[in-house]
């Protein structure tokens, strides 16, 4: 699985010897922005944590609080994305969707979706040793009606393993029954079948739903549901179909139009560099009339555009 990443473990590490450069980067005037991001986007996350143990012991200072002093912008927010431990970076972006000035929906419907049971528990399990609170609970104290029934489906992280053959034909009728066929929605219906499905039996579903209705399971969530409830179906019903396709949309619709989502940007290219982001390449040139690198290089701008290509790690124009 891991070799779908872009970034990879470098292979001769030497985390003092690493440690020295960054450090000699930031000393005296000026910052050589350069060596710090060609070095940091050419390690793993694990390979980045030794460099931020390391730098500690040798310099006595904390290696993340010295790049904040010394970068800014978004680039200082991408580098400081990389420096932080997978679930950890899960963990604050939910909790400042959440503890911020009004819910980012977003953010919760993207990680909540697209991460698999086990990593919805370590970060469950993160989220309550950093902060001292419940993230269900805090959820819960954030959200309303089926958007939030769903995202406390999504927090038991019980999804069922497999196909159930058996259940194919009733799920795919029960769905049609709730949306197509009623007037107006019985939304618990596909909150309950699309949060606790595996995704091989989802996509069967979805085929059965297609032949049943005439309509792809997305075009329904559009048509039957709105605001916050519709991303978050929506969101689930692709990564069961994609995960890579999901966030090769993601990427895309943060970047077309005007103004860039960098928040959004700068979360996916962080969490999927060492995860699928060959395939999120993919994804995306067979999606859209671009490439992804394409799509970066003409939206952005900088250092910032520079270790965004660098996580992005080629071109398939």
């Keep these: 699985m891991a070799a779908r990443g872009t970034v990879k473990a470098s292979p001769n590490f030497n985390a003092s010897a690493d440690a020295e450069v960054l450090q000699k980067a930031m000393k005296g005037l000026g910052t050589d922005e350069d060596a710090i991001l060609q070095l940091l986007t050419a390690r793993s996350n694990a390979q980045r944590q030794e460099i931020k143990n390391t730098y500690k012991t040798l310099f006595g200072k904390d290696l993340i609080d010295d790049l904040k002093g010394e970068l800014g912008g978004k680039f200082e927010t991408l580098i400081v994305a990389l420096m932080t431990p997978p679930i950890a970076y899960d963990v604050t972006s939910l909790r400042n969707a959440i503890k911020g000035a009004g819910t980012d929906e977003k953010v919760l419907v993207e990680i909540l979706s697209s991460r698999t049971p086990e990593q919805v528990k370590d970060i469950i399990a993160a989220y309550r040793q950093e902060y001292d609170d419940d993230l269900e609970e805090d959820v819960c104290g954030d959200t309303s009606g089926h958007f939030k029934r769903l995202l406390v489906i999504l927090l038991q992280a019980n999804r069922q393993k497999g196909i159930q053959?058996?259940?194919?034909?009733?799920?795919?009728?029960?769905?049609?029954?709730?949306?197509?066929?009623?007037?107006?929605?019985?939304?618990?219906?596909?909150?309950?079948?699309?949060?606790?499905?595996?995704?091989?039996?989802?996509?069967?579903?979805?085929?059965?739903?297609?032949?049943?209705?005439?309509?792809?399971?997305?075009?329904?969530?559009?048509?039957?549901?709105?605001?916050?409830?519709?991303?978050?179906?929506?969101?689930?019903?692709?990564?069961?179909?994609?995960?890579?396709?999901?966030?090769a949309e993601t990427l895309y619709y943060a970047m077309k139009g005007a103004g860039t989502d960098d928040n959004t940007l700068i979360r996916v290219m962080a969490s999927r560099c060492e995860v699928d982001m060959m395939d999120i390449r993919n994804e995306f040139r067979r999606m859209f009339a671009c490439s992804l690198h394409s799509m970066i290089k003409g939206d952005t701008g900088g250092d910032y555009r520079k270790a965004l290509l660098l996580l992005c790690g080629g071109d398939d124009a």
């Design 165 to 247: 053959e058996g259940n194919i034909e009733a799920d795919a009728q029960a769905l049609f029954k709730a949306g197509e066929e009623k007037f107006g929605t019985d939304e618990q219906s596909f909150v309950t079948i699309l949060g606790n499905r595996s995704a091989e039996h989802l996509r069967k579903v979805f085929d059965a739903y297609m032949k049943m209705s005439g309509y792809e399971m997305e075009e329904s969530i559009q048509r039957e549901t709105s605001g916050p409830l519709r991303d978050l179906l929506l969101a689930v019903v692709k990564c069961a179909r994609s995960v890579p396709a999901y966030f």
